[in-house]
């Protein structure tokens, strides 16, 4: 054990639970307790350290507070205005005032966390006074494997068979589901799923019809309970989203050893075109990418098992030890 206290706190953490970030404050608990930290989640209890995950305004108090305190905070820098826009409705029309929000909230820590060097580069046009230092996300590589039995029940629950390509998010135009729609199109006879929750309330008009007037092939699942089981279910790990921090699901998907079909964006540069994934910048180019892998089942394996050994380089050990080593830096 250390003699650190951390609080990892994501505020409205139920209702991010489904999503990257939720997955990512999880891994930072279970990396800090991996390595002997006591960790707790609520910004009441007594802590050493505040790391704070998302921007709002219990965040906000609890990041003033820590700073009357005199104690330690940490900011992760998951959202920028960037990958907001897109999500929800009106996001776009809102990114410009988060921006600037964005630009003193991020300033308030002791250390300024983000999970790629996208990321950092983006933040630089912020304006920021501190120089946010990159740490990975990522993975529960020893939970994150394909469980035959979990993804059989699945296929079962959503009647399955074949091939089953598919992507794992949150049904937002951000995330691609308009290529994943116009790809499915092309291929009747397989199955095309994305998991994820739809979020009804904060739908666009445009993502209300592709769920409307979605191909017979297509199926939104809504939120599962075990995510695993859409890693398990599936066979091609179709992910088009416009833009990522990191994506987590991309690191998901690799642990379980899946072929991965991404979209070529500054967020997915730790993953290499043909060797461990496909990148795809055009329609015609994921229909060409879909197709190939559907024929090769060789192409598949071997681009799995590329994409398995990246993964590894996000183990939770390894993100445990940096997160303490940052920590240790910062400490009053």
């Given at each position: 054990m250390?003699d650190?206290?951390v609080?990892v706190?994501?505020?409205?953490?139920?209702?991010?639970?489904?999503s990257?970030?939720?997955?990512?404050?999880?891994?930072?608990?279970?990396?800090?307790?991996?390595n002997g930290?006591?960790?707790t989640?609520?910004p009441?209890d007594?802590?050493d350290?505040?790391?704070?995950?998302t921007?709002?305004?219990f965040?906000f108090?609890?990041?003033?507070k820590?700073?009357?305190?005199n104690?330690?905070?940490?900011?992760?820098?998951?959202?920028?205005?960037?990958d907001?826009s897109?999500?929800y409705?009106?996001?776009?029309?809102?990114s410009?005032?988060?921006?600037k929000?964005?630009s003193?909230?991020?300033d308030?820590?002791?250390a300024l966390?983000c999970?790629?060097m996208?990321?950092?580069?983006?933040?630089?046009?912020?304006?920021?006074?501190r120089?946010?230092i990159?740490?990975?996300?990522?993975?529960?590589?020893?939970?994150?494997?394909?469980?035959?039995d979990?993804?059989?029940?699945?296929?079962?629950?959503f009647?399955?068979d074949?091939?089953?390509?598919?992507?794992v998010g949150?049904?937002?135009?951000?995330?691609g589901i308009k290529?994943?729609?116009?790809?499915?199109e092309?291929?009747?006879?397989?199955n095309?799923v994305?998991?994820?929750p739809?979020?009804?309330?904060?739908?666009?008009?445009?993502?209300?019809d592709?769920?409307?007037n979605?191909?017979?092939?297509?199926?939104?699942?809504g939120?599962?309970?075990?995510i695993?089981?859409?890693?398990?279910a599936g066979?091609?790990f179709?992910?088009?989203?416009?833009?990522?921090n990191q994506?987590?699901?991309a690191l998901?998907?690799?642990?379980c050893?899946?072929p991965?079909?991404?979209?070529d964006?500054?967020?997915f540069?730790?993953f290499?075109?043909?060797?461990?994934?496909?990148?795809?910048?055009?329609?015609?180019?994921?229909?060409?990418?879909?197709?190939?892998?559907?024929e090769?089942?060789?192409?598949r394996?071997k681009?799995?098992?590329?994409?398995?050994k990246?993964?590894k380089n996000?183990?939770?050990?390894?993100?445990?030890?940096k997160?303490?080593?940052?920590y240790?830096?910062?400490?009053?």
């Amino acid at each position: 054990m250390t003699d650190l206290k951390v609080c990892v706190y994501l505020e409205l953490e139920k209702f991010f639970e489904a999503s990257g970030i939720g997955s990512a404050v999880q891994n930072q608990r279970k990396a800090l307790r991996n390595n002997g930290v006591e960790v707790t989640s609520n910004p009441r209890d007594e802590y050493d350290i505040l790391h704070l995950n998302t921007i709002g305004p219990f965040s906000f108090y609890y990041a003033k507070k820590t700073s009357l305190m005199n104690k330690n905070l940490v900011i992760h820098a998951h959202t920028t205005a960037e990958d907001f826009s897109g999500s929800y409705r009106f996001s776009s029309k809102l990114s410009g005032l988060l921006k600037k929000y964005l630009s003193y909230f991020y300033d308030q820590g002791d250390a300024l966390l983000c999970p790629s060097m996208f990321t950092k580069d983006l933040l630089k046009n912020y304006n920021l006074d501190r120089d946010p230092i990159v740490i990975s996300n990522g993975i529960h590589f020893d939970k994150f494997c394909c469980d035959p039995d979990l993804g059989e029940s699945i296929r079962d629950r959503f009647d399955l068979d074949g091939l089953v390509i598919f992507s794992v998010g949150g049904v937002f135009k951000r995330k691609g589901i308009k290529t994943f729609l116009k790809v499915a199109e092309k291929f009747p006879d397989q199955n095309f799923v994305w998991f994820g929750p739809k979020y009804k309330r904060l739908q666009d008009r445009e993502v209300k019809d592709i769920l409307k007037n979605s191909p017979e092939n297509l199926h939104f699942t809504g939120k599962i309970d075990n995510i695993l089981g859409a890693y398990s279910a599936g066979d091609i790990f179709l992910f088009p989203s416009h833009n990522e921090n990191q994506g987590i699901a991309a690191l998901e998907a690799a642990s379980c050893g899946l072929p991965m079909i991404l979209r070529d964006i500054p967020g997915f540069s730790h993953f290499e075109d043909q060797k461990n994934c496909v990148k795809c910048n055009s329609f015609n180019e994921f229909v060409d990418a879909v197709d190939d892998l559907i024929e090769d089942a060789d192409k598949r394996n071997k681009l799995g098992e590329e994409a398995q050994k990246i993964a590894k380089n996000h183990s939770l050990d390894k993100i445990g030890e940096k997160l303490i080593e940052i920590y240790r830096s910062i400490q009053r």
